[in-house]
């Protein structure tokens, strides 16, 4: 079976490109709270300590936070090492990251109920 790219993953590499993306915890919690930040994407594989900081972070200043990819691909796709955070620093990267993230789900959504 043929691996289809990751669109989300390719979307954050475009905006790393563009100097759109933060990464590393101490740059992503700046990024938060300079209102910098439009969209925080967490490692499904981060600590809980750092899942609750940010997510505690993120709703008392409004940001949307997702959880994708593991720490290995976050950093490998805005070519870094390991990264368990990261914050997109373009409202319409910060969009486009979101969007890519919904077509994806519902995409699996479809292939769920096709299987059932």
């Known amino acids: ?4 790219p990751d669109r989300v993953l390719s979307m954050l590499g475009i905006a ?3 100097g759109k993306i933060v990464s590393g915890e101490f740059a992503t919690e700046n990024a938060v709270k ?3 930040a439009y ?3 967490l490692a499904t594989d981060a600590s809980a300590n750092t899942a609750k900081k940010f997510r505690d972070m993120t709703s008392f200043y409004e940001v949307p936070i997702i ?3 593991t720490k290995e691909t976050l950093g490998g796709c805005i070519g870094k090492d390991y990264r368990s955070s990261l914050a997109v620093t373009d409202e ?3 969009e486009a990251v979101k969007k890519k993230l919904q077509a994806r789900t519902e995409a699996s959504d479809a292939v769920r109920t096709e299987r059932i």
């Open 92 to 94: 319409k990267l910060a």
């Open 39 to 41: 969209l925080v994407v």
């Open 34 to 36: 300079s209102a910098n």
């Open 67 to 69: 959880a994708y990819g």
């Open 16 to 18: 790393a490109k563009a």
């Open 1 to 4: 079976m043929k691996m289809r």
